[in-house]
């Protein structure tokens, strides 16, 4: 048993110490910055937009959906690595503790969260309902309440392989989570909240006696656990090397054409390898397109020209700055040292491809503001964009690159 305890110490310990070896890289960097300035903007912005909130806002619906989300989202943190379906596999029986620990250890991450969620959705309640800031408290012992309830039941559905199953409980649990969290918020007659209390209790017995006698499935939870790290490695990895990573390749077939435009010549050797690069690599093509919609969602949403050009060079700034990293994306392959070019071209090629990236990224933007608001606005989007692209490629970026060169 001490065995037991001692390896969830250890596993505690090597992951706070992997988060504080990353996070030193990522919170050391420019990005700190932009995520200031961003935090700020978007709380001026916020403060705003709640003053104009009055009575008839559906403060509950939209609290409602927002908790109700993040509480139904409970993954287990068990910290699980490939080797322990082997050597912990047969004393599964005897783990009880250390999974109850990854529990209230997910628990309290999580918990946090929800605090600094509840903290930001506060203004808007307070102004929309007309009630205090006392209820804060309230609400979020309920909430908490309610995240180890998920929490609880998301354990018990880890047990079964079934992944119909797995749909229909996420989908029971939103439902209910969004509907008592409108009630909490609306004030509802307390019988309603009886009614729930029941209907929770009563999920609870039911999934933990139909899950009662069954093992784990290990192939499951460490598949989560890696999917997890994964996306934090992910995100590290925009900021410093991680080794751990393991990106995917797809080849992309629909986006074949694009190549064509490339001159078939020896000089183009390392365009092609970036271009292929960018295209077929799931870390760098997947953060591309996700901050291309998000940043196009956000500026069909916004209505002033300022707001339009600082969310466009806040997205171009964060799509090329995470996209610096792959430039030495195959530095470990031996094959590329075989080119029959001079390693020079290397980083004008990257910042070939870079620079037409964000540039494509900027005429997509514009577009976005034409039609949310005028052809005026659009093209001055557009234009700025495409002089922030320009600057970003030819002054920052190079230094940014001799920086990582003698790091190396």
């Known amino acids: 048993m001490k065995q037991i305890e001692g390896l969830w110490k250890e596993r505690v310990q090597l992951y706070i110490h992997e988060l504080r070896k990353y996070l030193k890289y990522i919170f050391n960097d420019h990005l700190l910055f932009v995520a200031i300035f961003a935090l700020g903007a978007g709380a001026y912005y916020y403060n705003g937009w709640v003053k104009t909130l009055d009575e008839n806002f559906p403060i509950g619906v939209v609290m409602g959906i927002l908790l109700g989300l993040f509480l139904t989202m409970s993954p287990i943190y068990t910290l699980l690595k490939e080797a322990d379906k082997v050597y912990l596999l047969p004393i599964e029986m005897k783990m009880t503790s250390y999974f109850r620990k990854s529990i209230l250890f997910s628990f309290v991450i999580q918990a946090y969260l929800l605090l600094m969620l509840l903290a930001v959705c506060m203004p808007m309640y307070v102004q929309a309902s007309g009630n205090g800031f006392q209820s804060f408290l309230y609400i979020l012992i309920v909430l908490f309440i309610l995240k180890v309830w998920n929490l609880y039941l998301q354990w018990d559905m880890l047990k079964i392989q079934d992944q119909r199953a797995a749909i229909i409980d996420w989908l029971i649990r939103f439902v209910l989570n969004i509907c ?4 909490i918020i609306e004030r509802a007659n307390p019988w309603i909240y009886g009614l729930f209390i029941i209907l929770y209790l009563a999920l609870f017995v039911f999934y933990h006696q139909s899950v009662k006698g069954k093992t784990l499935k290990w192939d499951v939870l460490i598949d989560k656990e890696h999917k997890r790290l994964s996306t934090f490695y992910r995100f590290a990895n925009l900021f410093t090397d991680v080794p751990k990573l393991k990106g995917q390749i797809k080849r992309r077939k629909w986006l074949d054409g694009i190549f064509q435009f490339i001159p078939y010549n020896q000089k183009n050797t390392y365009t092609f390898l ?37 969310i466009s060079i806040l997205f171009l700034y964060l799509t090329g700055f995470q996209l610096i990293p792959m430039v030495n994306y195959h530095e470990l392959k031996i094959w590329q040292y075989l080119y029959p070019v001079d390693r020079t071209l290397k980083e004008k090629s990257f910042l070939t491809i870079l620079t037409i990236s964000i540039f494509i990224q900027s005429l997509f933007f514009g577009v976005i503001v034409l039609f949310s608001q005028s052809w005026l606005n659009g093209l001055i989007v557009c234009l700025v964009g495409i002089l922030f692209s320009v600057i970003f490629a030819k002054s920052y970026v190079p230094i940014r690159l001799r920086k990582m060169s003698r790091s190396m």
């Open 180 to 183: 008592f969290i409108y009630f």
């Open 274 to 310: 970036f271009a292929r690069t960018l295209i077929r690599s799931s870390e760098f093509f997947g953060l591309y397109m996700r901050l291309s919609i998000i940043g196009g969602i956000l500026l069909y949403f916004s209505n002033q020209i300022y707001l339009s050009i600082g």
